[in-house]
């Protein structure tokens, strides 16, 4: 077990770069941040030279690999740390120099049990990519057969072991503190953390999560995952087909092939629902860089390290949100939340749903250039706080995908309606799922009311769904020893030696603990 002493350390030494990035100040001053550590930013900024500007993707950068990709999470919870930082988290680029190449050898060849020259033809020393986990060489096998080679980085494992026990022992202090900061239940995010890591640092789930995938997307015509070659592949290396086509992020090189833009951002949008509604798993790290277009204009994705899951209850309660905010039956909204204990009953639905209508009725109509799925989540978070809504971490890698699909959409169209692009089609996938009671909406005219008198189709259904809450049962958290316990063992000379390592450390270390909401 690591020691508490190592843990005040660690957060010593992150939390003085996140100073010299300026990246303490702002959290310092957000509303959510609890007051004992507003005291300790205070300190970890003494002595420090700060940027005018806060850039915190910068300094999750200079913290190593773990940072970045607990960064990539904390992008989606403006309510944590602030819609600045998490703005600015947005950006953050998930790379680092790449390793050496006699070190990926070694790594490749003791993972697979044989000579390189076994396996590939050729490989390529220089890698197509190097990102805080893995990196890729591209590489034809014996057979003659062009392939990417998906390499762990030597002792990341290891690393990222270590540091998410710190981010734990952090956030268990943190929520001990109570008030904001146990509402927003640290840990729980943290243990959602490491379980997301601990699947992306397995190269089998990866290939496993491509396949199931491939799956579902079997006949979505133009959308493509790459095949895997398992004889070539295991926890530490992934060998995959080859992807010849333009990124999706190269939007001149797409119009001088030819491509219709608007067309590639309707189908993107359209294969994300069939993901998240239709098959319930869904590509949750599609960021620019991971979707390519061939020349026939199929979407070809890649890494599926991050894959989200949601069961078919909360599929169609998705669904109902998503209507009701876009067609102004917040009441409906309300009773989905309610039904799905997400707001405790002690509130009133009716005070919730007004809300609701708060946040939905400026962006209902408007087009993606004047509204945008990330300020609707920004201003459905900003309501969590006065109905006292604990933190749904199984939504988060849906939200954090909805804002990816969202900007890339954006930027192959900027005149695209997000919500006229998906109502048609989560409409058909309701009906569809209902079976011979849509016929009731068929006989309904207007698109309105057949908007309206879906939900009392779907509530037929519930009998047939699991009755239980939206939720699934939360994952256990770590059982992290707290310093304000372990002093009551203590001799008090020990314990007094321990505070001065924590007064000199705390300051900067908690500065640290933002990060672990």
Known sequence: MTSARTHIFRLLRWGRTLARHGALRDIEKHKATPPQVRRLFRLARLGTIQPKEPNYSAALQAIGPAAIKLGQTLATRPDIIGEEAARDLLKLQDSLPPVRFDKIRDEIELSLGKPLDELYSHIDPEPVGAASIA???????????????????????????????????????????????????????????????????????????????????????????????????????????????????????????????????????????????????????????????????????????????????????????????????????????????????????????????????????????????????????????????????????????????????????????????????VKEWIRGELGPEAAIADRINSDVDTLLMLPDIVRRLDEQLPRKGGAPPALPVADVELIWDRRKTRSGGGFWRYVLVALIAGGAGAGAMFLWG
Request: charged share 25%; hydrophobic share 45%; aromatic share 8%.
């Open 135 to 425: 990196q890729v060489h591209r590489a034809t096998t014996i057979e003659g057969k062009d392939v990417a080679v998906k390499v762990l980085r030597p002792g990341i494992i290891k690393k990222f072991g270590e540091d998410i026990d710190t981010y734990e022992w952090a956030a268990a202090h943190l929520e001990a503190m109570g008030g904001e900061a146990k509402r927003l239940r640290p840990q729980l995010v943290i243990a959602n953390f490491r379980r997301w890591t601990m699947r992306e640092l397995d190269l089998r789930r990866e290939a496993a999560s491509a396949s199931e995938l491939a799956e579902h997307m079997a006949n979505v015509e133009q959308y493509e995952i790459p095949a895997i070659d398992w004889d070539r592949t295991s926890g530490r290396v992934l060998t995959l087909d080859w992807v010849d086509g333009v990124k999706i992020s190269r939007r001149e090189d797409l119009i001088a092939a030819g491509h219709d833009l608007n067309e590639l951002a309707n189908r993107l949008v359209h294969t994300f629902l069939k993901q998240a509604i239709e098959a319930g798993y869904f590509h949750a790290d599609m960021h620019q860089g991971n979707l390519f277009v061939k020349p026939d204009g199929t979407i070809v994705a890649i890494d599926f390290g991050i894959m989200g899951r949601i069961n078919k209850k909360a599929r169609f309660w998705l669904a109902e949100i998503l209507y009701g905010l876009t067609t102004g039956n917040y009441k409906r909204v309300a009773e989905i939340h309610f039904e799905a204990q997400y707001v405790p009953d002690h509130h009133s639905m009716e005070d919730f749903a007004t809300a609701l209508r708060a946040v939905g009725e400026p962006m209902r109509g408007k087009p993606v250039s004047e509204l945008s799925v990330g300020d609707m989540l920004d201003g459905l978070f900003a309501i969590t706080r006065d109905f006292d809504m604990e933190t749904q971490p199984h939504l988060l890698l849906l939200q954090k995908t909805m804002v990816m699909v969202e900007g890339i959409a954006t930027d192959l169209n900027p005149g695209i309606n997000m919500w006229d692009t998906s109502g048609p089609y």
